[in-house]
């Protein structure tokens, strides 16, 4: 397969290509999307010579660094920078604000494909944000302009944002309701715990706000609301599910428009507009009707699977790192449904349902990322089976035992032998486990610590088989006692660290790849040399790339800039 290009339209370029073309700059076994049509035993050439992710970019912040899609953000959300280009670009800039109208919370919304919107606008991506003073604003993610404003209310302070239904319906969640310090003295509780805020998107529509009231569900320590489930947790282990739907239906007082005059509680005001906000349309007077419970150590509870199965931990403290895998429809264990990591370690191992929809479960340990999959035991439909699909083992020796040797005041030499835990810093061991949709790839984080500071590597993985594909070094030390996050967004990797005293580090990471790859130039250029057939040698800096074209004649340098915009 020959690459033909038009010289002229290479500014364009990047516009057109395939995520997958990502994936093959650095998978091992590329051999070239363009070969020599004449000359197939040079096929070997056609192979990617190096590739690598390069540190383009160090800043440091007072104040958390976010990162979503492309954009990070400083200053909480006042500043973003666009890390599309090969260095970090500033995007926008909104004006200083005070520590009251600061946002504290944000998501990232983009455009349906084929919908049709009312403004031109809204065809761009927005930041929802949640400010401290209990404003919900809509911000262009391009120019930090804002589109939308809609006042929450005055008697509740709401903190977080989330997606009921991704990109479709957020929930706004309150700080919990926990009384002044005289009402709790005097052992007054509040009825009222936390009011849950529902939006529909762009265009923004109520759906309403609720309220979890303790009178009605009991002493409920949380509840939040997940694709139209209303999830209400207990101290004791115990969650609840119930259906926001039917809530709604059942226990709306009144139906409430944005931007419409409303009179509630003998007072009168705009809906959405300070100072009156949003009252509370949403009162549950009785149970409502209840789709599910279970009993789950520090209310740990997952659904996912094919078909519906759930995970938790059985409710007492002994049985910490003991997963159970149950079918939703009958409570049923699965074959094999008990999953125990044999490791012995500080921090514990964690599991959950795998982000790719397949169904599958992604099992993490100090030293082994264990995928498990969900299929029917044979003859018989009605139970399923877990089984390991494969296993990503970490880079260390097989000897756990250590020994130590002391000198008693006698001479007579003393040999001790002890164990290490699996999570022991001098032995590489895994700490976030991410999954890259675009590329479906796994990326492990490993860090050994070795003298005084600890190196750590990100790898990627094949999805379906586990394959290793590549692995980049991080250039800064990786300190375990940090909170850190990374993301690997088809050719960006981004490395946030949270040191002490609130001070966060960015590390940006760009691809660079070289390699020399056969072109066919079609055109005017190409009648004039008489000769269709070029070399090219392209190098890969983030989503820049320079071309050195070389033709029997001359050499020529072209740069190819792209945007995601």
Not at 56 to 68: C, F, N, Q
Not at 117 to 129: G, R, T
Not at 137 to 157: D, F, M, Q, V
Not at 192 to 207: H, M
Request: proline content about 4%; charged content about 25%; overall charge negative.
């Amino acid at each position: 397969m020959v690459l033909a290009l038009e010289l002229v339209a290479f500014d364009s370029w990047y516009d057109a290509l395939p995520a997958r073309l990502f994936f093959c700059l650095f998978s091992r076994d590329w051999r070239g999307y363009a070969e020599r049509q004449e000359e197939e035993k040079e096929e070997e050439a056609d192979k990617v010579e190096s590739t690598k992710f390069k540190n383009v970019w160090t800043t440091h912040s007072r104040s958390p660094i976010a990162y979503e899609r492309g954009r990070i953000y400083f200053d909480n959300y006042r500043r973003c920078v666009s890390s599309v280009a090969s260095e970090p670009r500033k995007l926008y800039e909104m004006p200083k604000c005070s520590k009251s109208e600061k946002i504290e919370d944000a998501l990232l919304w983009e455009c349906p494909v084929g919908d049709i919107l009312p403004n031109s606008s809204d065809y761009k991506s927005s930041l929802i944000a949640l400010t401290a003073h209990n404003w919900l604003l809509r911000i262009s993610a391009t120019t930090g302009k804002i589109l939308e404003k809609i006042y929450l209310a005055p008697y509740c302070k709401f903190r977080y944002l989330s997606w009921d239904t991704p990109q479709e319906v957020i929930a706004v969640k309150s700080a919990q309701n926990r009384g002044s310090a005289v009402a709790r003295q005097a052992g007054i509780q509040q009825p009222v715990l936390l009011y849950l805020a529902v939006f529909r998107v762009l265009p923004f529509s109520l759906v309403g706000i609720l309220e979890i009231n303790k009178k009605i569900f009991g002493n409920v320590t949380d509840a939040t609301l997940s694709h139209g489930i209303l999830i209400v947790m207990y101290s004791s282990g115990l969650v609840r599910l119930y259906s926001f739907q039917t809530i709604a239906e059942q226990f709306m007082q009144q139906k409430l428009d944005l931007g419409c005059a409303c009179r509630w509680g003998g007072t009168t005001g705009t809906v959405g507009e300070a100072p009156f906000g949003i009252p509370c349309n949403i009162k549950i007077t009785d149970l409502p009707p209840l789709l599910f419970e279970v009993s789950s150590l520090e209310n740990a509870f997952q659904i996912g699977g094919h078909p519906w199965h759930y995970i938790i931990t059985p409710n007492k403290r002994k049985q910490k790192g003991v997963f159970h895998i149950c079918a939703l429809k009958d409570n049923c264990l699965a074959k094999n449904g008990i999953q125990e990591m044999d490791c012995c370690s500080l921090e514990s191992d964690w599991i959950y349902f795998h982000p790719d929809a397949s169904g599958r479960i992604i099992h993490v340990g100090p030293n082994q990322v264990k995928v498990l999959k969900l299929t029917e035991i044979e003859n018989n439909s009605f139970q399923h089976q877990i089984s390991e699909d494969f296993v990503i083992l970490a880079d260390r020796e097989n000897n756990k035992n250590e020994n130590v040797l002391t000198v008693t005041a006698s001479g007579r030499v003393v040999k001790k032998s002890f164990n290490l835990l699996d999570d022991d810093p001098e032995q590489e061991t895994f700490k976030i486990v991410d999954y890259e949709d675009e590329l479906d790839l796994l990326s492990v984080v490993a860090v050994t610590q070795i003298d005084a500071e600890g190196k750590a590597h990100l790898d990627f993985h094949c999805n379906e088989y586990g394959t290793l594909l590549k692995s980049i070094p991080l250039v800064e030390s990786w300190d375990v006692t940090y909170s850190h996050e990374v993301y690997f967004d088809r050719d960006l990797v981004l490395h946030i660290e949270q040191k002490p005293n609130r001070v966060f580090s960015c590390y940006v990471y760009q691809m660079i790849a070289q390699g020399r790859i056969h072109l066919d130039i079609s055109g005017q250029a190409a009648r004039r040399t008489q000769s269709n057939m070029t070399y090219m040698k392209y190098y890969w800096l983030g989503r820049s790339c320079q071309l050195e074209v070389q033709s029997p004649h001359r050499t020529v340098l072209v740069t190819v800039a792209g945007t995601r915009e």
